[in-house]
C-alpha cells in the first residue's frame, strides 16, 4: 500500500489528470450526432478507466484480498462508509451502466441536445466531458479516502495540513 500521505497526493493528482485526458474523449465522442456512439464509448472508457485509479491507489480486488483480514475489513469498510460500489470490486459492465445510469440526467440532456445543429453538438460534448470527469473524479475521491484512513489506521505519520 502506498505509505505516505505525500505518496497519495501525488496518486490523486495523477488520477485527476488522467480523468480529465479521459473525460476530454467522451467530450469528443458526444459531440458525434449518431445514437448510441457516446453511450459505448462512454462505458467503454469507464471499463478502462476506473480500474486503472484502484490500481494506482492499490485498491483493486487481488491488492485488497493481499491484505491481512484486519487492513482488508478496515478498507472495505472505509469504501462502504464512503459510498463506493467500485472499490475492491471487478468492474463490469453492469456496475459501469449503473454508474452511468447515475448520471442519468446528464446523460438524457446529452442525448437530446445533440441534435440540435452545431451548437447541440458542442453542448453535447460539455455535457459528455462533465458527467465523465463527475464519476471519474468522485472514484478518485473515493479511493483517495479510503488510502488516506488506512495510512491513519497504520500510524504513519501525517503532515499537519492532512489532519
Not at 81 to 90: A, E, L, M, Y
Not at 112 to 119: E, G, I, M, R, T
Not at 130 to 144: L, Q, R, S, T
Amino acid at each position: 500500500m502506498i505509505q505516505t500521505m505525500e505518496e497519495l497526493d501525488k496518486v490523486r493528482d495523477a488520477c485527476y489528470r488522467m480523468v480529465t485526458r479521459r473525460s476530454s474523449l467522451s467530450g469528443v465522442a458526444s459531440a458525434v450526432p449518431l445514437p448510441g456512439v457516446d453511450v459505448g464509448s462512454d462505458a467503454a472508457i469507464l471499463l478502462e478507466m476506473l480500474p486503472a485509479i484502484s490500481k494506482r491507489f492499490e485498491l483493486t480486488e487481488s491488492d485488497i484480498e493481499n491484505l491481512d483480514p484486519t487492513a482488508k475489513a478496515l478498507v472495505l469498510t472505509t469504501a462502504g462508509s464512503v459510498g463506493s460500489k467500485v472499490i475492491g470490486h471487478s468492474i463490469t459492465r453492469d456496475l459501469v451502466i449503473r454508474l452511468l445510469k447515475k448520471a442519468g440526467m446528464k446523460m438524457a440532456s446529452k442525448q437530446l441536445v445533440k441534435y440540435v445543429p452545431f451548437a447541440g453538438q458542442v453542448i453535447a460534448a460539455g455535457i459528455g466531458f462533465a458527467a465523465m470527469k463527475y464519476i471519474g473524479n468522485a472514484h478518485v475521491d473515493a479511493c483517495y479516502q479510503v488510502a488516506k484512513s488506512y495510512i491513519e489506521k497504520q500510524g504513519a505519520p501525517l503532515p499537519d495540513a492532512a489532519r
